[in-house]
């Protein structure tokens, strides 16, 4: 029975999450006399449908802008050679990877009344104040599409790879245009990568928190921020709930319109599509020939501008990544009173500011114990999950799969009032034990999936081998499946690390008062005041995607070198 293994991952879920969001569900509907007051005063309020619909306009914006940038994007970086898109995919992962805080921080330090524009705009005479570029919704926008234009790109680009690129030359080759050709036949075939990266970005836009309360004003709050108001003010559950499961309910909406077979319509789609040329193509097949022979030989001198147009525009959106973050890391390093770009001079005074404050050194020291604490218990029952579930039955494994994927899927303020209702009843808030539970919920989807992809390339005849060479299970699984599999564990150990030390919004619930991490103190540091110091922060956050980079990197690297010295040599 491979699957009890899952019986641990399952036991926490269920115990932190699963029963909590139940029983959450319940009190929306004023269990046990069930009825629907909590949601008739929801929607009875203007104010409440109002910042509904806003979330939803604002979702659905962010959603669009991340699609017409990061699509042309993504197809950029899928034509260029394969140094060129390596080297571009780990720009985007750097961004991915840094915490969406520090992102935010990075546009008020740019966008602020003191900023870094408006600053160049007065020092040149252009203006005589400042413009208001902060606190208004193009400010959310920015910073929204900042967040997630990377989780956009990268599906984008792995839907494109798997397109065989011959279908566009068959394409071209009947006489089509290269738009035609794109619009007819590549297009088609990348709408899975569209599909998935817009539900991603749409659904974690949903539960938006961060930004909104940071980079808008009154009017551009989102049904996040108003529940979190809400959980701090009146504690009234059954209208918490209520608002809670509204925001789920259009998550799921959306989840079942368009999460649907993906590859199944992208195949559908495009068949018709290359059957109509091939038709015309049999009426036209002499002259298509002699128009398409004539065009192969013909020098291509008017592809230039195409190309460098999209040079510029990726140039663009990298510097638009990657800027912000930049621009933080060199302003901790000035030496003035105030951030100021350029510096006036090269100090360390703000990291030492970190480092000699008790409040700032024992906020990191509480996340980094609370990261270690959360890598060792979600890696362990996630990848026993994953191990389970790789031999499970395929019906099974897919249920069991996206009900341990939910506290990933589901917006984060819902994870985090549920969450809290668990560890209430455990009596676990305020806690570091409640912490690291509620942030391994999340942890274990991540290593999750990564260990089940390094599983899903996993040849089992290796391990029959093992066996019938007297391998007991233990032996087999500690000398053969582990060491293949080490690089998906370690990297599910990284991104649950990533996961647990970049977490704010959950933690500011179950966190308590005196339980304080180093992002939550960062947060109350940017909303109070603009502290230089938090530069410094800042930049240690932008430099561990780096470091986690360098780790993926070693692991697989070890790995590949590892499988090629046991590869038997062949017989002369």
Request: proline share 6%.
């Given at each position: 029975?491979?699957?009890?293994?899952?019986g641990?991952?399952?036991a926490?879920?269920?115990?932190?999450?699963?029963?909590p969001?139940?029983?959450?569900?319940?009190t929306?509907?004023?269990?046990?006399?069930?009825?629907?007051g909590?949601?008739?005063?929801?929607f009875?309020?203007?104010?409440?449908?109002?910042?509904?619909?806003?979330?939803?306009?604002i979702?659905?914006?962010?959603?669009?802008?991340?699609?017409?940038?990061?699509?042309?994007?993504?197809?950029?970086?899928?034509?260029?050679?394969?140094?060129?898109?390596?080297a571009?995919?780990?720009?985007?992962?750097?961004?991915?990877?840094?915490?969406?805080?520090?992102?935010?921080y990075?546009?008020?330090?740019?966008?602020?009344?003191?900023?870094?524009i408006?600053?160049?705009?007065?020092?040149?005479?252009?203006?005589?104040?400042?413009?208001?570029?902060?606190?208004?919704?193009?400010?959310?926008?920015?910073?929204?599409?900042?967040?997630?234009?990377?989780?956009?790109?990268?599906?984008?680009?792995?839907?494109?790879?798997?397109?065989?690129?011959?279908?566009?030359?068959?394409?071209?080759?009947?006489?089509?245009r290269?738009?035609?050709?794109?619009?007819?036949?590549?297009?088609?075939?990348?709408?899975?990568?569209?599909?998935?990266?817009?539900l991603?970005?749409?659904?974690?836009?949903?539960?938006?928190y961060?930004?909104?309360?940071?980079?808008?004003?009154?009017?551009?709050?989102?049904?996040?921020?108003?529940?979190?108001?809400?959980?701090?003010?009146?504690?009234?559950m059954?209208?918490?709930?209520?608002s809670?499961?509204?925001?789920?309910?259009?998550?799921?909406?959306?989840?079942?319109?368009?999460?649907?077979?993906?590859s199944?319509?992208s195949?559908?789609?495009?068949?018709?599509?290359?059957?109509?040329w091939?038709?015309?193509?049999?009426?036209?097949?002499?002259?298509?020939?002699?128009?398409?022979?004539?065009?192969?030989?013909?020098?291509?001198?008017?592809?230039?501008?195409?190309?460098?147009?999209?040079?510029?525009?990726?140039?663009?959106?990298?510097?638009?990544?990657?800027?912000?973050?930049?621009?933080?890391?060199?302003?901790?390093?000035?030496?003035?009173?105030?951030?100021?770009?350029?510096?006036?001079?090269?100090?360390?005074?703000?990291?030492?500011?970190?480092?000699?404050?008790?409040?700032?050194?024992?906020?990191?020291?509480?996340?980094?114990?609370?990261?270690?604490?959360?890598?060792?218990?979600?890696?362990?029952?996630?990848?026993?999950?994953?191990?389970?579930?790789?031999?499970?039955?395929?019906?099974?494994?897919?249920?069991?799969?996206?009900?341990?994927?939910?506290?990933?899927?589901?917006?984060?303020?819902?994870?985090?009032?549920?969450?809290?209702?668990?560890?209430?009843?455990?009596?676990?808030?305020g806690?570091?034990?409640?912490?690291?539970?509620?942030?391994?919920?999340?942890?274990?989807?991540y290593v999750?999936?990564?260990?089940?992809?390094?599983l899903?390339?996993?040849?089992?005849?290796?391990?029959?081998?093992?066996?019938?060479?007297?391998?007991?299970?233990?032996?087999?699984?500690?000398?053969?499946?582990?060491?293949?599999?080490?690089?998906?564990?370690?990297?599910?150990?990284?991104?649950?690390?990533?996961?647990?030390?970049?977490?704010?919004?959950?933690?500011?619930?179950?966190?308590?008062?005196?339980?304080?991490?180093?992002?939550?103190?960062?947060?109350?540091?940017?909303?109070?005041?603009?502290?230089?110091?938090?530069?410094?922060?800042?930049t240690?956050?932008?430099?561990?995607?780096?470091?986690?980079?360098?780790?993926?990197?070693?692991?697989?690297?070890?790995?590949?070198?590892?499988?090629?010295?046991?590869?038997?040599?062949?017989?002369?």
């Amino acid at each position: 029975m491979p699957i009890a293994l899952t019986g641990p991952a399952l036991a926490v879920l269920l115990v932190v999450f699963g029963i909590p969001i139940v029983q959450l569900f319940l009190t929306s509907f004023n269990a046990p006399a069930f009825s629907t007051g909590n949601y008739k005063a929801f929607f009875g309020q203007p104010a409440n449908v109002r910042v509904l619909f806003q979330t939803i306009e604002i979702s659905v914006v962010a959603t669009a802008i991340c699609l017409l940038i990061g699509y042309p994007t993504a197809y950029l970086i899928v034509a260029a050679s394969k140094r060129l898109r390596m080297a571009l995919i780990v720009l985007v992962l750097v961004p991915y990877l840094t915490s969406g805080l520090v992102v935010t921080y990075a546009w008020i330090v740019i966008l602020g009344d003191g900023g870094l524009i408006n600053n160049l705009l007065v020092d040149h005479g252009l203006i005589s104040s400042p413009l208001p570029l902060i606190y208004n919704r193009m400010a959310v926008y920015i910073g929204m599409v900042h967040i997630m234009l990377p989780m956009m790109i990268l599906p984008l680009v792995s839907a494109m790879m798997g397109i065989d690129k011959s279908l566009m030359a068959a394409a071209r080759s009947m006489g089509a245009r290269p738009a035609t050709a794109f619009w007819r036949v590549f297009f088609p075939l990348s709408m899975p990568g569209v599909r998935s990266g817009c539900l991603l970005v749409f659904v974690v836009c949903l539960g938006f928190y961060i930004a909104p309360a940071a980079l808008g004003g009154l009017g551009d709050a989102m049904l996040s921020t108003f529940i979190a108001s809400q959980v701090r003010s009146s504690f009234d559950m059954g209208r918490v709930a209520a608002s809670a499961f509204v925001l789920l309910a259009v998550a799921i909406v959306v989840l079942s319109m368009v999460g649907l077979d993906l590859s199944g319509t992208s195949r559908r789609t495009a068949q018709p599509s290359l059957k109509s040329w091939h038709r015309l193509g049999e009426f036209f097949i002499s002259y298509r020939a002699k128009r398409w022979i004539a065009q192969l030989y013909r020098a291509g001198g008017d592809g230039r501008w195409p190309q460098l147009v999209g040079i510029m525009f990726l140039a663009l959106v990298m510097f638009y990544l990657l800027f912000p973050e930049v621009l933080v890391v060199i302003m901790s390093f000035s030496a003035g009173k105030y951030l100021q770009f350029p510096p006036s001079g090269f100090s360390l005074q703000w990291y030492e500011s970190f480092f000699g404050d008790p409040s700032w050194y024992a906020a990191a020291w509480m996340s980094i114990q609370i990261g270690f604490m959360v890598v060792i218990l979600s890696t362990i029952i996630g990848t026993l999950a994953a191990f389970g579930l790789n031999r499970a039955l395929p019906r099974l494994r897919s249920f069991l799969t996206m009900a341990m994927l939910t506290p990933i899927t589901f917006p984060v303020i819902v994870v985090g009032i549920a969450t809290y209702l668990g560890l209430l009843k455990l009596g676990l808030l305020g806690s570091m034990t409640g912490i690291v539970l509620a942030h391994t919920i999340g942890a274990i989807g991540y290593v999750l999936v990564i260990v089940s992809a390094s599983l899903a390339n996993f040849d089992p005849q290796l391990e029959q081998a093992a066996m019938s060479m007297r391998a007991g299970p233990l032996q087999t699984f500690m000398r053969v499946t582990l060491p293949l599999i080490r690089p998906g564990i370690i990297g599910g150990a990284v991104f649950a690390f990533l996961h647990s030390f970049d977490e704010v919004v959950i933690t500011s619930l179950v966190g308590g008062i005196s339980m304080r991490t180093l992002p939550l103190k960062m947060w109350e540091d940017i909303r109070h005041q603009i502290d230089p110091t938090i530069a410094a922060v800042a930049t240690l956050f932008i430099l561990l995607p780096l470091v986690v980079l360098m780790i993926l990197f070693v692991a697989g690297w070890r790995s590949t070198l590892g499988l090629q010295r046991a590869r038997p040599v062949p017989a002369a």
